[in-house]
Nanobody, 116 residues
Framework: QVQLVESGGGSVQPGGSLRLSCAAS??????MRWYRQAPGKERELVAV????????NYADSVKGRFAISKDNNKNTVYLQMNSLKPDDTAVYYC???????????WGQGTQVTVSS
């Protein structure tokens, strides 16, 4: 069965850290992206990593604070989020592009809340 399962969201104070996980099962992905959507705002691309893990890129708003990585053995991508700010509050979604077919799959979303 093809699916993406996210985990790791939660509530944290400003300056804190969280790590999101996105586990892919049933397929090999050529790239994976993390998006976020805050209330009343458009969905924003946060970070991307290739299936080989040889290329990453980040939105300017998170550069130097967030890091995307991949565990090949677990077919899982992580988003390490440090120095969190209230503006990082959003629902975070992972999206994977399947190798060869190019089909895209989305995770269910996980809430991240940064508040004092």
């Amino acid at each position: 069965q093809v699916q993406l399962v996210e985990s790791g969201g939660g509530s944290v104070q400003p300056g804190g850290s969280l790590r999101l996980s996105c586990a892919a099962s049933g397929f090999t992905f050529s790239s994976m992206r993390w998006y976020r959507q805050a209330p009343g705002k458009e969905r924003e691309l946060v970070a991307v990593i290739t299936g080989l893990g040889d290329y990453t890129n980040y939105a300017d708003s998170v550069k130097g604070r967030f890091a995307i990585s991949k565990d090949n053995n677990k077919n899982t991508v992580y988003l390490q989020m440090n120095s969190l700010k209230p503006d990082d509050t959003a629902v975070y979604y992972c999206q994977a592009r399947r190798a060869i077919t190019g089909l895209e799959y989305w995770g269910q979303g996980t809430q991240v809340t940064v508040s004092s």
